[in-house]
């Protein structure tokens, strides 16, 4: 009875979205996620927002869960701006010049989480066990099995690990992986301003760290406000009224003051890439395979592109006649995904490290670089695809245009 073609552990967001690609074809899937489901009554606005991208919107699409996504609060954003707190160099960017109605929404994880849920409910190719815990892997030459910590094994010829940047599933198996700590903590919040933020993505590169204005209904937008993380500390004991005024004032008053807040969180920021994604039998996908800085809003992102990558070698290689479990199989997955991921991190790295930096001669590098790039169309409108997820060599769930998909 526990025999499944693919064992995802991790039903989050990237664990979930495979498990939705692989069973509209057909592949028989297991879905171990520790966490109980909340019912939709019971949740709690999230404080912290994702940015989605085009190409996982188009992957969402595929799979059939955008209606129920953009049914809740999905915004659309149009402009982003960035701009340096030392210095007069901005960069503005408009989807209109790219003839594109948006260029991404802001969207709560726990929306995305529960249409993904809806889809997996309604799959007879899929069997969750939720909440239910990883706790060893055994791997043979044809199969690998999966032990739970109530006891119940479960056997497959792949598992897949999307649990997170602590990955239990790598621990186990031993992948080594490179971290690097930023000493920065993202403090994140719904907050509302004075002034509207005009469907805008702002950015101010302050010396600690970049702190975003991402637009939501009403009004109100997301905060994410990267600071070293004893400066976090204190901004999170603040009272409501010197959060305010500290965030307004950290802003440059660009929306105004800040009138209203919810509950803030502070997410610790290290980057980590595992050595490999994939061993015989098991792919590692999204935080289990790498952790990114925030400040461009591509974590998740680049963990869908991961999922739809994988999900599309797997289907491939089941039509073959090939096993998908098999290392040389594998390997397709990763050389697609592991190149791509690796860039991403870089230059998010160099972003924050050139920002983060208050010698001046890269004071005049920022500014030139920033006024160099508002001043290219061709780099501006580079900048907004890669943005937009739509740079690389993408998997085909992400190359579904927005008004095919629609027209399904
Ligand atoms: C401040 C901040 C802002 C961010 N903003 C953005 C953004 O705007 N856009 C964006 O794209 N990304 C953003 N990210 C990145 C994003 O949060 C992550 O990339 C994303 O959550 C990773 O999803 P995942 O499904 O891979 O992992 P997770 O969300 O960590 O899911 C892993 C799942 O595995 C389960 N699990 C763990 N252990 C076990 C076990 N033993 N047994 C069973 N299940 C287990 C967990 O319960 C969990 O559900 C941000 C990150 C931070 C810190």
């Not at 989480?113 to 007879?124: C, I």
């Not at 940047?165 to 903590?185: C, K, M």
């Not at 980057?271 to 999204?286: S, T």
Request: hydrophobic share 45%.
């Amino acid at each position: 009875m526990n025999q499944f073609d693919v064992i995802i552990v991790g039903g989050g967001i990237v664990g979930a979205t495979a498990a939705c690609a692989l069973g509209r074809a057909g592949v028989r899937v297991a879905v171990i996620e520790a966490r109980p489901p909340v019912p939709v009554e019971q949740q709690q606005p999230d404080p912290r927002v994702f940015a989605i991208t085009r190409a996982s919107e188009r992957i969402f699409r595929s799979l059939g869960v955008w209606e129920a996504i953009a049914a809740q609060d999905a915004f659309a954003f149009s402009d982003m701006e960035v701009w340096d707190a030392r210095g007069d160099g901005v960069a503005h960017f408009d989807c209109a010049e790219l003839g594109e109605p948006y260029l991404g929404h802001m969207i709560e994880p726990r929306i995305i989480q529960t249409a993904l849920s809806g889809q997996l409910e309604s799959d007879d190719n899929i069997s969750r066990f939720c909440p239910a815990r990883f706790q060893s892997v055994e791997i043979q030459d044809e199969n690998v099995t999966v032990t739970l910590e109530d006891g119940q094994c479960l056997t497959a010829s792949l598992l897949v690990a999307a649990d997170g940047v602590r990955s239990p599933v790598r621990e186990a198996l031993g992948i080594r992986t490179r971290s690097h700590d930023y000493n920065q903590s993202s403090v994140v919040a719904l907050v509302k301003t004075a002034e509207p933020h005009r469907d805008t993505a702002w950015q101010r590169f302050l010396p600690g760290g970049p702190l975003a204005f991402l637009p939501m209904q009403e009004g109100w937008s997301s905060i994410v406000w990267t600071l070293p993380t004893a400066e976090a500390g204190r901004i999170m004991e603040l009272d409501r009224d010197a959060f305010h005024e500290e965030l307004a004032a950290a802003f440059a008053y660009r929306l105004g003051s800040v009138v209203d807040s919810g509950e803030r969180e502070a997410w610790p920021l290290r980057r980590m890439h595992a050595g490999h994604y994939v061993i015989n039998r098991v792919a590692l996908i999204g935080d289990a395979a790498h952790a990114i800085h925030p400040l461009a809003g591509q974590g998740v992102n680049l963990g869908l592109l991961d999922a739809a990558a994988l999900t599309e070698v797997i289907i491939a290689a089941r039509q073959g006649g090939r096993d998908p479990g098999a290392l040389r199989v594998l390997r397709c997955y990763e050389r697609w995904r592991r190149g791509d991921n690796l860039l991403m991190m870089s230059a998010m790295d160099a972003l924050n490290r050139t920002f983060s930096n208050a010698r001046s001669p890269l004071g005049r590098v920022r500014n030139l670089g920033l006024s160099l790039v508002n001043g290219s169309g061709l780099l501006r409108q580079l900048f907004m695809r890669h943005a937009m997820g739509l740079g690389g060599d993408l998997p085909s769930l992400a190359t579904v245009s927005e008004e095919a998909s629609s027209s399904v």
